[in-house]
């Protein structure tokens, strides 16, 4: 039985979209080629798990896209970061210095003071045929962002084919049309080779617990370079309160 | 005071001084030749000041009367009392020096205004055109007497010699550039060095009335003496420099830019939102037609509406990159025209491109479903721009700086990338910077000083993992000295975040008290 997300009308949902059974449980992140477009990221206001996440997400997208075979330019395009005011203050603005070395010098960074401000600009964003991908940052439950426009920009990144990851901080689970869905909060770091006293690759514990394609499941992500995923606990003992409807 | 042989100068510039050029344009606005009709009796042009009017200039027959330049006109009018007035009209006479100086462009291929009355033409190497420099003199002044303008002329080296010889010189005169010009214009006044009346004045007291008796001292003197005057209009070695061809002189050279404008007068005053946007679409069209025939792209656009009770609203647009795209500046307009008060209505629109910059032509595509495929990044950035304004569509640019904080600059985010050294790759920086650093109360401490377990935003925090100090000084060339260095480390508690903290200061180090621990950034 394929996982569906109640936004989707049944007859938009094509065989190829769903993964037969042995595939979807074999399935993790950091392995399809390419993933969703439209992705919602659960994480606290207190650390910066949510956005570096999904920067991993995204490089693990740029790595997996296939090159344009008659491009001679290698892929340079701008991303969008959009962050609402409350964003801001609490998980604190991008640090060039501390992005990944591939994304750095292309960022385009949008301070919105309002939540629909922050809609408007991510929208603009995902109609950009020029940008790599999108990330947006929002805080708490606005009003302004309900269902109709997580529609809206579901269905603006489909169309303009723009990778787009939402980072809800503090965020209640409700109505939502995005493709996936993880709660992710930060996991203690596997001790580094040479100073084992130091923090080692970041970690987090991922839990995918709305997915349109594959069941649900819980892994452990590292970003050691390139996207890793281990699956920390298994399908049938997956805490029911975690998966709850919404 | 002793000179060096100066090197002899390759550029020629013809300086054209227009001796009288507010009584010659009144003149002209009345169609009367020298000397005919109302220019035969006195008269002066005034000016009001706050003591009464006041004379700026006075034709051939009022300056024999006794009426000067600078004179109040009442006692003038003692002096002559059938002197007849005109306004002066120091604008229009800024008009036309600008447009005299695009047109004395066919002597020479740049020229530069003189304010307030002449015009500078660079005209190294086209004399041959005219037959010798003799010859552009004498067709320039045939010219300029064709058009009933009165005027002085000079070729020199330099444009400080050319402006002395036309002030002070003899008409038509020539420096040759084999000639030396200390030693030819040494017998000019002293004011023929552009120099302020103050100076000029404090000069003459000086008993220095001619260019010669400034070579007679020594130069240690003046320099000594003009120490505090940096502005060349108060400095005379400054101006004698220039004039000798020591020191270059830049000159602002006049072009002439035309704005592309277009305009439509409506045949009923529009009061409704919607009238107004499909003119102003319809202008913005017209301003596409426009510049792809000059193959221009608008970067800046003006909007203004003349309403019919006498008002003009002006709108005012940037855009990141430059456009042709009717359908973009139209819609950019659009959110702007949210405000606009009609009143009674409007009843012209005008728009101008008062910046432009160059845009290829282009093909456009062939393909309907390739108009679909989304904006460009230059027209996601305007529209951006336009809701959220400037400050909040920005880009990081590294900065030279050891301070975390001020490592990194915000720009406009299409702007050209300056060259900067790279980061350090063994400096750890974290993902995400807070504005202002949090102070962190620190609960529990290792005997080495670090925190064990600290508070921050009401949650306790347990530190398992650490790496540090990494020191960072403050920058003593720019803060005060009672700023306090920062060891920072890399933290991750039991949880698994990671948190960049700072320790503001050493225990005893003389800037204050117990040193205070920050939370600056975290780590994914």
């Known amino acids: 039985m394929p996982i569906t997300n109640v936004a989707d009308r049944p007859e938009l949902i094509s065989g190829a979209d769903v993964l037969s059974p042995s595939r979807a449980n074999e399935w993790q992140p950091g392995v399809s080629a390419i993933g969703p477009i439209h992705t919602e990221i659960f994480a606290r206001a207190d650390d910066a798990a949510g956005a570096a996440v999904s920067l991993a997400f995204a490089m693990d997208h740029l790595q997996a896209a296939t090159p344009d075979p008659l491009a001679d330019t290698p892929d340079e395009r701008p991303w969008l970061w959009v962050q609402d005011r409350e964003a801001l203050r609490r998980t604190g603005r991008p640090y060039r210095a501390g992005l990944p070395r591939r994304l750095r010098h292309r960022l385009v960074h949008v301070a919105a003071r309002t939540t629909e401000d922050a809609l408007f600009a991510l929208e603009e964003g995902l109609r950009c045929r020029e940008l790599a991908f999108v990330i947006g940052e ?22 303009h084919g723009v990778p787009f990851w939402l980072v809800r901080l503090d965020f209640r689970r409700d109505l939502s049309s995005a493709r996936q869905r993880w709660d992710v909060r930060a996991a203690p770091s596997p001790p580094p080779r040479w100073n084992p006293e130091a923090p080692g690759v970041p970690s987090w514990q991922a839990e995918l617990f709305r997915a349109r394609r594959h069941p649900p499941g819980r892994w452990t992500l590292r970003d050691d370079g390139a996207l890793a995923a281990e699956r920390g606990v298994s399908l049938d003992t997956l805490d029911l309160q975690h998966t709850l409807p919404c | ?89 120091p604008a229009g006479d800024l008009a036309f020096i600008e447009a005299l100086a695009v047109w004395a462009q066919r002597w020479g291929p740049w020229s530069a205004i003189d304010r307030p009355d002449g015009v500078i033409v660079d005209v190294t190497g086209v004399a041959h055109l005219f037959g010798g420099e003799a010859h552009l003199l004498a067709d320039a002044q045939a010219i300029f007497a064709r058009r009933r303008l009165s005027v002085r002329l000079a070729i020199a080296p330099t444009a400080g010699a050319a402006w002395a010889l036309a002030h002070h010189g003899p008409p ?144 005012r647009l940037e855009v990141a990159a430059p456009t042709r ?123 080495d000083g670090l925190p064990r377990t600290f508070r921050w935003r009401d949650a306790s925090h347990e530190v398992v993992r650490v790496e540090g100090p990494e020191r960072i000084a403050p920058e003593w060339w720019r803060e005060r000295s009672t700023t306090r260095l920062r060891d920072y480390y890399r933290i991750e508690d039991q949880e698994g975040r990671r948190y960049w903290v700072y320790r503001n200061g050493l225990a005893g180090d003389g800037r204050g008290g117990m040193p205070e621990w920050f939370l600056q950034g975290m780590w994914g």
């Open chain 2, 1 to 89: 005071m002793s000179f060096m042989p100066t090197p002899p100068s390759s550029r020629r510039v013809l300086a054209i001084w227009c001796a009288r050029l507010s009584i010659d344009r009144w003149r002209l606005a009345h169609g009367l030749a020298e000397g005919e009709g109302a220019d035969a009796a006195p008269l002066a042009l005034i000016s009001e000041t706050a003591h009464g009017p006041r004379i700026t200039a006075a034709n051939a027959a009022g300056l024999a009367a006794g009426a000067q330049a600078g004179m109040m006109l009442a006692d003038a009018r003692t002096l002559c009392p059938q002197l007849a007035v005109a306004p002066a009209d």
């Open chain 1, 138 to 159: 929002i805080t708490g439950n606005p009003r302004a962002l309900d269902m109709t426009a997580s529609r809206r920009l579901g269905l603006a990144a489909e169309r």
């Open chain 2, 172 to 315: 038509r005169a020539l420096l040759h550039p084999e000639d030396d010009p200390a030693q030819r214009l040494a017998e000019l006044p002293i004011a023929a060095l552009r120099l302020d009346d103050d100076t000029i004045t404090l000069l003459r007291r000086l008993g220095l009335k001619r260019l010669g008796d400034l070579h007679g001292i020594h130069r240690d003197a003046l320099v000594r003496r003009f120490r505090n005057r940096r502005s060349a209009a108060a400095n005379p070695l400054i101006r004698m420099d220039q004039l000798l061809g020591r020191v270059p002189e830049p000159m602002l050279p006049v072009l002439a830019i035309e704005a592309p404008l277009v305009q439509r007068r409506l045949m009923e005053p529009i009061r409704h939102r919607e009238l107004l946007e499909r003119v102003v679409a319809d202008l913005a069209a017209d301003m596409v037609r426009l510049l792809e025939a000059k193959s221009l792209g608008a970067r800046r656009l003006e909007l203004g509406m003349w309403k019919v009770d006498g008002e003009v609203v002006g709108r």
């Open chain 2, 325 to 447: 795209d009717a359908a973009h500046i139209a819609g950019l307009f659009g959110r702007k025209l949210e405000d606009v008060d009609a009143g009674f209505g409007i009843e012209l629109v005008r728009l101008r491109a008062s910046w432009t910059e160059p845009l290829a032509l282009a093909q456009r595509d062939f393909e309907a479903a390739a108009e679909n495929h989304g904006t460009s990044l230059a027209a996601c950035i305007d529209r951006l721009t336009v809701r959220l304004g400037a400050d909040a569509v920005r880009r990081p640019v590294p900065r030279a700086s050891h301070l975390p904080e001020r490592a990194q600059t915000w720009e406009e985010p299409l702007g050209p990338e300056k060259t900067a050294q790279t980061e350090f790759e063994f400096h750890a920086r974290p993902l995400k910077l807070l504005d202002r650093p949090e102070p962190i109360g620190v609960i529990y401490q290792t005997p």
